[in-house]
Every structure is written in structure tokens, then in C-alpha cells.
């Protein structure tokens, strides 16, 4: 069965950095692009970021370009996401996702599989 | 960037109902296109990959069509579990978008 497990959500102040973690299992995870998925409160949700199989290539939304960086460790079968210089625009939900190909050129790409999510609160 | 425009962004129908839900993007994406149910609470779940390809175990009353620029997610038979939110997300390049959501209410 596959699971995604996110955590790391937290209370942080703006201007504040903050870790997720995303721990992966019932797959081989090394196979697989990942993404973050975000939802703000009461919103839609808004793609956040991906990363190939192999960490070669990544990806950001133009909100978050240059203050986030999504990485991997396939050894460890997990997905992390540093998030830097936060505002209270980046309050949200954040969803792992799987997905079903291993690079975003490959196929059509969509996801598979999410995790249940880990809030991220930023305010004063 | 490419723009997804969803509509309606809301609903309203009855158990029964035929329901359709538009999909706009703002360039050719061809097939590059999945549709999300979402329910207060959860995590998303696909209904529909690659415009029009059912994903495995989703019922068969949800359909996709469309290609290039304009896309439609289609319920032959609403059902009660089926009242949710809709998303579209293309996945032709990077970065990737989501439309602004379909909710689907009660009558």
C-alpha cells in the first residue's frame, strides 16, 4: 500500500525558514517524480514544486522561486522541501504527491497517490 | 505561464443530474490534462488522466474529453458521494497549474 507521510507543519514567523518532510513507502520510490501541492485556507490548491526521479531536475512555481528548495533521498525514501524567507501568503496545507511517471517529460504526467498534509502557519 | 480557467466555479444539482464542468487553457496543452475530486478535509484523488483516460477503480458515470485549449469533465449520474470540489491541472510544462476549482453543491 502505498503511503505518504508529511511532516514538519508549524507556527513560524514571516521572514522564518521551515523544513517538510515527506516519508514514503509501498512503492520504489527511486522510480517516481514527486511534487509539493499546496492549498491556502478556504482556496484552491496551487502546485508548488517537483522533482525527477533521481533529483536531477526540479522545479518551482513562480511563488516560491528562490525561496524553496525541494530535494530527495531515494536511499531513505524521502522527499523534503526548505522553505525560506516565509510570508503569510505561504500559509497552507502542504500535500506531497506522487507521480504516476518518473520524469515530468514522460507520459502524462498526474498524480497518483497524496499524502493527508501538514499545515504551515506563518504570522506575527 | 500557462492559465487554467475552470467554469462554473460553483454548482448546484440534484442526485441524478447530468454534470459538465469546463476546463480553459490559455495554450495548447493537448492532452496534457488530469481532473481531481477533492472532499472537505481530504486529500485530493484523480478521476481522469491524459484528457480522457478513466484511472483505475473510479466509476464509470465520470468522463473526461477535450484536447488542446478546451477540456470537459463530465457526470452522467450525480451521485451523493460525488458532491466535492473539481480541479483541472495541466501538465504539459513547468509550471504546472491548476484551474481555480468547480464545487458542487446540494439543490
Known amino acids: 500500500e502505498v503511503q505518504l507521510v508529511e511532516s514538519g507543519g508549524v507556527v513560524v514567523q514571516p521572514g522564518g525558514s521551515l523544513r517538510l518532510s515527506c516519508a514514503a513507502s509501498g512503492f520504489p520510490f527511486d522510480d517516481y517524480a514527486m511534487h509539493w501541492v499546496r492549498q491556502a485556507p478556504g482556496k484552491g490548491l496551487e502546485w508548488v514544486s517537483l522533482i525527477n526521479w533521481d533529483g536531477g531536475r526540479t522545479y518551482y512555481a513562480d511563488s516560491v522561486r528562490g525561496r524553496f528548495t525541494i530535494s530527495r533521498d531515494n536511499s531513505g525514501n524521502s522527499l523534503s522541501l526548505q522553505m525560506n524567507s516565509l510570508t503569510v501568503e505561504d500559509t497552507a496545507i502542504y500535500y506531497c504527491a506522487k507521480d504516476f511517471y518518473h520524469d515530468i517529460f514522460t507520459g502524462h504526467p498526474f498524480f497518483d497517490f497524496w499524502g493527508q498534509g501538514t499545515l504551515v502557519s506563518v504570522s506575527s | 505561464d500557462i492559465q487554467m480557467t475552470q467554469s462554473p466555479s460553483s454548482l448546484s444539482a440534484s442526485v441524478g443530474d447530468r454534470v459538465t464542468i469546463t476546463c480553459r487553457a490559455s495554450q495548447n496543452i493537448r492532452s496534457y490534462l488530469s481532473w481531481y475530486q477533492q472532499k472537505p478535509g481530504k486529500a485530493p484523488k484523480v478521476l481522469i488522466y491524459?484528457?480522457?483516460s478513466l484511472q483505475s477503480g473510479v466509476p464509470s458515470r465520470f468522463s473526461g474529453s477535450g484536447s488542446g485549449t478546451d477540456f470537459t469533465l463530465t457526470i452522467t449520474s450525480l451521485q451523493p458521494e460525488d458532491f466535492a470540489t473539481y480541479y483541472c491541472y495541466q501538465s504539459l510544462s513547468p509550471p504546472l497549474t491548476f484551474g481555480g476549482g468547480t464545487k458542487v453543491e446540494i439543490k
Open positions: 491524459g484528457a480522457s
